[in-house]
């Protein structure tokens, strides 16, 4: 069994930074994408950032320039940075990961952390 544990959330003023991680453990053979998303009050949860195993990264609109995701595959961790915060990013933050099944004509098994909280407030 896979289980993620999330850290780093907390309350920060603008423009101030925090960095979160993901650690996944269990029985993880390769993991294919890892990614952050985050869901404000009343709001749908939305995709913040994502790494695929090669290393490629995808940021929302929203968080270009101010956030920077990366993993490390030794230690099944993924790493959100993040910079300039502002109010707006005050949110949930969960992370995700997908780990490819034995036969591939199947869709990846998906895993969730169970959600640290971020405000940005002054």
């Known amino acids: 069994q896979v289980q993620l544990v999330e850290s780093g959330g907390g309350l920060v003023q603008p423009w101030g930074s925090l960095r979160l991680s993901c650690a996944a453990s269990?029985?993880?053979?390769?993991?294919?994408?890892m990614a952050w998303f985050r869901q404000a009050p009343g709001k749908q949860r939305e995709l913040v950032a994502s790494i695929s195993s090669g290393g490629t990264t995808d940021n929302a609109d929203s968080v270009k320039g101010r956030f920077t995701i990366s993993r490390d595959n030794g230690k099944h961790t993924v790493y959100l940075q993040m910079n300039s915060l502002k109010p707006e990013d005050t949110a949930v933050y969960y992370c995700n990961i997908k780990i490819a099944h034995w036969n591939s004509k199947y869709p990846p098994y998906d895993y969730w952390g169970q959600g640290t909280q971020v405000t940005v407030s002054s």
């Open positions: 269990g029985s993880i053979f390769r993991i294919n994408v």
